[in-house]
């Protein structure tokens, strides 16, 4: 299984998702109260040892949002939205790569709140992950 198809496969019957550079992701898809995973695209960099044999790496960032109202106050926010995707769903993701073998070398979260112009709370992440075989 790629590394896509694995955030695909998390994200089945969860969340919406979508996959692609960010100037395509298209946030108005996303309906209200739903929560979305917006996977950029997966950069893989292989590293050689002196035999040829690759580990391979990917990085890259994902959103796991949901629309909010631009005039709800930041409490309420951090508390409807983006406090319960970081205990109760980021977690999924996180389980879904250590046991499908990947090693994280990064996983660095940024709390986002009105986010583009469709005005998204949740969080946004910066991976690196090294594939163990």
Not at 51 to 61: I, L, P, V
Not at 88 to 94: A, T
Request: a negative charge.
């Amino acid at each position: 299984m790629t590394l896509k198809e694995l955030f695909e496969d998390v994200a089945n019957k969860r969340w919406f998702f979508f996959y692609g550079r960010k100037d395509y992701q298209n946030l108005i898809e996303l309906e209200k109260d739903v929560i979305g995973l917006f996977v950029e695209p997966i950069v893989e960099d292989p590293k050689f040892n002196e035999y040829g044999e690759a580990t391979m790496t990917y990085s890259g960032r994902f959103l796991l949002a949901v629309h909010s109202d631009v005039d709800e106050e930041y409490d309420y926010k951090f508390e409807t939205y983006i406090k319960p995707i970081k205990e109760n769903q980021l977690p999924f993701i996180l389980t879904a790569l250590q046991c499908n073998s990947y090693k994280i070398n990064q996983f660095r979260i940024l709390e986002v709140i009105n986010m583009e112009d469709m005005n998204v709370d949740g969080k946004l992440v910066s991976y690196n992950l090294t594939l163990i075989d």
